[in-house]
């Protein structure tokens, strides 16, 4: 990902995306319990795990979010920095 789209991103992902996930977190641990199960906690350390729960995060995006940040730059972004969203979804 380059620079520019790295801010933009960062940009939309702290201005808008935190907002929202903060009032969808009970929605959000509900996806990723039933794709983590038991290894919730052991989430961060699994990479194929944290795609595919940050990829249905990205699906309860508002439809104008998802088109700023398409699925695979959110998912890219949220690998790269999931220690943080992880902690801000409270799993970490």
Do not use: Q, R, W
């Not at 699994?46 to 795609?51: A, R, S």
Request: net charge neutral; aromatic share 6%.
């Amino acid at each position: 990902m380059n620079e520019d789209v790295k801010d933009i991103v960062k940009e939309t992902f702290e201005a808008k995306i935190i907002p929202f996930l903060s009032k969808k977190e009970p929605e959000i641990k509900a996806i990723i319990e039933a794709k983590a199960g038991s290894a919730v906690k052991s989430i961060a350390s699994n990479e194929t795990l944290c795609t595919s729960v940050f990829g249905s995060i990205h699906d309860l995006l508002p439809l104008p979010l998802k088109l700023v940040v398409n699925k695979d730059i959110f998912v890219k972004y949220c690998l790269d920095d999931k220690e943080k969203v992880l902690k801000l979804l409270n799993i970490n």
